[in-house]
């Protein structure tokens, strides 16, 4: 009878090591990507803005805002600018400079407008 309850205590004293060892890994886990998630995901944003497909796209979008910009009237031209800017307003405008330099002081011109607004 003592060897079976000996037994017994072993195996529960093995089930409570292996949970006690999982729930350490699984806090391990925890700590180690609430400290390195955010730095990945910063690099992968960081790559992502560098790539040809965004810097294209963006310019692309801005375009096109831009041609919408000048078919629009007063009232449309208020909105369209606030959202051209409110777009511009991340991206890198040397970048954009150097891409299209028509895009870059179209956009300026909308800054120096709402500058002067206020």
């Known amino acids: ?7 017994l205590g072993a ?6 090591l292996f949970t006690l060892l999982g729930w350490f890994v699984a806090g391990n886990d925890f700590f180690m990507f ?3 998630a955010p730095k990945m995901e910063q690099v992968r ?11 294209q796209g963006m310019i692309q979008e801005l375009q096109n805002m831009q041609f919408e910009y000048i078919q629009a009237d007063s009232i449309h031209r208020a909105m369209l600018s ?14 954009l400079r150097t891409a299209s330099l028509d895009l870059y002081d ?3 011109k ?3 407008e709402r500058t002067k607004q206020y």
């Open 1 to 7: 009878m003592k060897q079976i309850f000996q037994i």
């Open 34 to 36: 609430k400290y390195f």
């Open 45 to 55: 944003r960081e790559t992502f803005e560098q790539s040809k497909a965004y810097n």
């Open 106 to 108: 179209f956009i300026q």
């Open 110 to 112: 909308l800054k120096n």
């Open 82 to 95: 606030s959202t051209i800017l409110h777009r511009a307003a991340d991206y890198d405008m040397e970048k």
């Open 11 to 16: 195996f529960l004293g093995v089930i409570a």
